[in-house]
């Protein structure tokens, strides 16, 4: 580690023991694009950034978790624009996505206006342009649901749910930064990706299973 215009830098083998990977894979990525600029001295010797680690982490995530390519790793990246910058800005961009893939685009135009219309009033899907694989997904549900009349009712609680819950992850972040002074960037991926989903998909099998004796 070194210190630099009051910045920390990593040496290549530093990554390498932070993050598991061998130099050869951080090299690849860094020659896909994928790494913040490195910083070279005098003697030739490439220092990389300290959120490499967390951009590094980022990317074994989605390899390991969701088989994510590194192509399509970096089709993600360019177009949410990633932030080496910004730690927060990152993680947040790595919740967007997760929850979003941008793959087999459709415009809005060429999509049913009124089913559209009503997501977007539900707060089911953002009002823009193009979307993708995720939202096309929720509005085919959504599509089918609608013939149903507790339908809205139910989309209503899950929105509103959602919403009480964000605020809860929001405040429970804030006190784990300003106690620790650091929010593990795969804790965050892992909530997503895997905790909360078991946590609720238990719940709906429970109730599910007393239909039985109903």
Do not use: C, W
């Amino acid at each position: 580690m070194k210190i630099i215009d009051d910045k920390t830098y990593y040496k290549m083998s530093e990554l390498v023991e932070q993050t598991k990977l061998s130099n050869h894979t951080i090299s690849f990525y860094s020659k896909k694009g994928l790494l913040p600029n490195t910083l070279s001295t005098s003697k030739n010797m490439k220092y990389y950034p300290q959120i490499t680690i967390t951009v590094l982490n980022m990317i074994k995530y989605f390899k390991e978790n969701l088989n994510f390519s590194i192509d399509y790793i970096k089709e993600l990246f360019d177009y949410y624009q990633i932030d080496f910058n910004d730690r927060a800005e990152l993680i947040l961009q790595s919740i967007q996505m997760l929850s979003s893939e941008i793959r087999n685009p459709i415009s809005k135009k060429d999509l049913d206006k009124e089913l559209v219309n009503e997501a977007i009033k539900l707060d089911l899907i953002d009002d823009k342009e193009i979307y993708f694989k995720t939202e096309i997904e929720v509005l085919n549900v959504y599509a089918e649901l609608r013939s149903y009349e507790i339908a809205t009712e139910l989309i209503n609680e899950y929105v509103i749910t959602s919403k009480k819950l964000a605020k809860l992850e929001r405040q429970l972040s804030k006190k784990v930064l300003e106690k620790t002074g650091y929010l593990p960037e795969i804790l965050v991926l892992n909530i997503l990706n895997s905790f909360k989903p078991y946590i609720f998909n238990r719940q709906t099998i429970e109730e599910f299973k007393r239909l039985d004796y109903e």
